[in-house]
Nanobody, 119 residues
Framework: QVQLVESGGGLVQPGGSLRLSCAASGSGFTSYTLGWYRQPPGKQREMVAIISVRGNTNTADSVKGRFTISRDNAKNTFYLQMSSLKPEDTAVYYC?????????????WGQGTLVTVSS
């Protein structure tokens, strides 16, 4: 299984950009579907973007065209590039890795990183 450590959150002005990173340790990284989720203040956690083992991506409508998920299997790391940020993107962002291993679904979560979009 993998363990995940996030980095890259912070304060950014509206219209700005930020890149989140999620580094995985452990084995089998290439077997995992990877995703970014976020939880805005007072709201439920929601999916932001997912990337499959083959590199296919799925992005929430609210961030489509502004956020891009990518993975670097050589570095056991995946990313969320965020641009044209809006105040409503303010949230704690979590990375996730999930896979079916020996018939069981296993997943791991990062610790969360706060992104604040404000002037």
């Amino acid at each position: 299984q993998v363990q995940l450590v996030e980095s890259g959150g912070g304060l950014v002005q509206p219209g700005g950009s930020l890149r989140l990173s999620c580094a995985a340790s452990g084995s089998g990284f290439t077997s995992y579907t990877l995703g970014w989720y976020r939880q805005p203040p007072g709201k439920q956690r929601e999916m932001v973007a997912i990337i499959s083992v083959r590199g296919n991506t799925n992005t929430a409508d609210s961030v489509k065209g502004r956020f891009t998920i990518s993975r670097d299997n050589a570095k056991n790391t995946f990313y969320l590039q965020m641009s044209s940020l809006k105040p409503e993107d303010t949230a704690v962002y979590y990375c996730n890795a999930g896979a079916i291993i020996r018939g069981n679904y296993v997943d791991a979560w990062g610790q969360g990183t706060l992104v604040t979009v404000s002037s």
